[in-house]
Structure formats: structure tokens, C-alpha cells
């Protein structure tokens, strides 16, 4: 499985961003899917997760109630959108498959990682 990340970029504090990342050589629509992020000098935490149906979501507690996570199995393809943005949400924000299908919470728990893309909140 591979995955590309795009839609990262500079934004002011309070605005909004939307990533996205696309999934090939596998069965997306059966898989969970994760953003992770990682900022500089920090560990990877989880951001947001997804089920295969799209059922179920889970968020950190550090973006719910900002950030929304979604898909469209047509187009394989998995979104975060990121509104009333902060400075500490600035990272390397990475995507990530979980084979099995419920869209987990742990790093450990996904088998398949993108490359990440950068998102900076300015303040």
C-alpha cells in the first residue's frame, strides 16, 4: 500500500487548512485509516482515525471539536479538515493504514505510513 499526503502549507492562526492523502495498491475501502502528526523535538501523536465505513471516528482531545476527519472510498482517498487553527498545531502530519478496518488510536496499531506533509500556523 502506498500513501501520498498533500494540502500542507503556511496559514494564520484561526484559519483553516484541508490535507488530504491517496491510497493505491491495496483495498482501501477495507482499511481504517489514521492521521498522525509529529512536531519538531516531539514524539508522533494521533491526530484522528476513521473506520473502513467511514462509521466510526475518534479524535484527540487536543483537536475535537476543530478538526474533521473523512473519506470517499471511490477515489481511495482520506481528508483532515483543520479549522480554527493554533500555532501548536504546527507538524509533520502523516497519514496511516490500520488492515484492520476500525481506524485505531495507537501508532502501533497501523501497518502502512505516507510521507507526511507540512502544515505551519503562524501567529
Known amino acids: 500500500v502506498q500513501l501520498q499526503a498533500s494540502g500542507g502549507g503556511l496559514v494564520q492562526a484561526g484559519g483553516s487548512l484541508r490535507v488530504s492523502c491517496a491510497a493505491s495498491?491495496?483495498?482501501?475501502?477495507?482499511?481504517?485509516m489514521g492521521w498522525f502528526r509529529q512536531a519538531p523535538g516531539k514524539e508522533r501523536e494521533f491526530v484522528a482515525a476513521?473506520?473502513?465505513?467511514?462509521?466510526?471516528?475518534y479524535y484527540a482531545d487536543s483537536v475535537k471539536g476543530r478538526f474533521t476527519i473523512s473519506r470517499d472510498n471511490a477515489k481511495n482517498t482520506v481528508y483532515l479538515q483543520m479549522n480554527s487553527l493554533k500555532p501548536e498545531d504546527t507538524a509533520v502530519y502523516y497519514c496511516?493504514?490500520?488492515?484492520?478496518?476500525?481506524?485505531?488510536?495507537?501508532?502501533?496499531?497501523?501497518?502502512?505510513w505516507g510521507q507526511g506533509t507540512l502544515v505551519t500556523v503562524s501567529s
Open positions: 495498491g491495496g483495498t482501501f475501502s477495507n482499511y481504517g
Open positions: 476513521i473506520s473502513w465505513s467511514g462509521g466510526s471516528t
Open positions: 496511516a493504514v490500520d488492515r484492520t478496518g476500525w481506524g485505531r488510536t495507537t501508532r502501533g496499531d497501523y501497518d502502512y
